[in-house]
């Protein structure tokens, strides 16, 4: 079983910097990758990146490359997600999330359980 708990969420200006956390606990595969997603009430979920668990290499949809770095640590088992130059349209719920990568995308089988990020304008 794979437990997930998201951090670093809350209200922030518009061009402002923020740094999202996700503490990993439990046993994956080695295929596995982390990521990230976001949700705006009454939408589906969006993919903003993943990261192979094992070797770290990054994966971004074109739409999200360049304001958002993902990153690993093994040691702490900690999943991060920075966030540069913030805008309003960024507000949603994030979610880290557990799976494999296929089809260009994230397919998350495990979830945590979202935090709010707003950002004022």
């Known amino acids: 079983q794979v437990q997930l708990q998201e951090s670093g969420g809350g209200l922030v200006p518009a061009g402002a910097s923020l740094k999202l956390s996700c503490a990993v606990s439990g046993r994956f595969g080695s295929e596995y990758a982390l990521g990230w997603f976001r949700q705006v009430p009454g939408q589906e979920k969006e993919f903003i990146a993943a990261?192979?668990?094992?070797?770290?290499?990054?994966y971004y949809p074109d739409s999200m490359r360049g304001r958002f770095t993902i990153s690993n640590d093994n040691y702490s088992n900690t999943l991060s997600l920075q966030i540069a130059n913030l805008k309003p349209e960024d507000t949603a719920v994030y979610y880290c999330a557990a799976g494999t990568y296929s089809r260009e995308r994230l397919q998350g089988k495990y979830w945590g359980q979202g935090t709010q990020v707003t950002v004022s304008s």
């Open positions: 990261i192979s668990w094992i070797g770290g290499t990054p």
